[in-house]
């Protein structure tokens, strides 16, 4: 049984940084595409990063998030800097057996999620 879980999320001011953590067991960690994803209030899920071979940022993050990977860990990172208020949302960590893709239904495992908060 794949399960992922989020770790890392809190309260910070905006500039700030904070780093997101993600366990992944009962998959063969290599062979999947690792990534994230967040949805804020009212809002739907949207793409944040993922990696495989290469990585893939949205464009509202890139340059500002850098998304990592430890293969002895089975565990997947997202260091987030000078966050913004808008990127307040609950995160979730997310694995796909095939390419990395930005819709959300291609990604068939999830966590749980994790809150993140930005005050202006």
């Known amino acids: 049984q794949v399960q992922l879980v989020e770790s890392g999320g809190g309260l910070v001011q905006a500039g700030d940084s904070l780093r997101l953590s993600c366990a992944a067991s009962?998959?063969?960690?290599?062979?999947?595409?690792m990534g994230w994803f967040r949805q804020a209030p009212g809002k739907e899920r949207e793409f944040v990063a993922a990696m495989r071979g290469d990585i893939y940022y949205a464009d509202s993050v890139k340059g500002r998030f850098t998304i990592s990977r430890d293969y002895a860990k089975n565990a997947v990172h997202l260091q987030m800097n000078s966050l913004k208020p808008g990127d307040t949302a609950v995160y979730y960590c997310?694995?796909?057996?095939?390419?990395?893709?930005?819709?959300?239904?291609?990604?068939?495992?999830w966590g749980q999620g994790t809150q993140v908060t930005v005050s202006s």
């Open positions: 009962g998959l063969i960690f290599n062979g999947y595409t």
């Open positions: 997310v694995a796909s057996f095939g390419r990395i893709e930005t819709q959300t239904s291609k990604y068939a495992y």
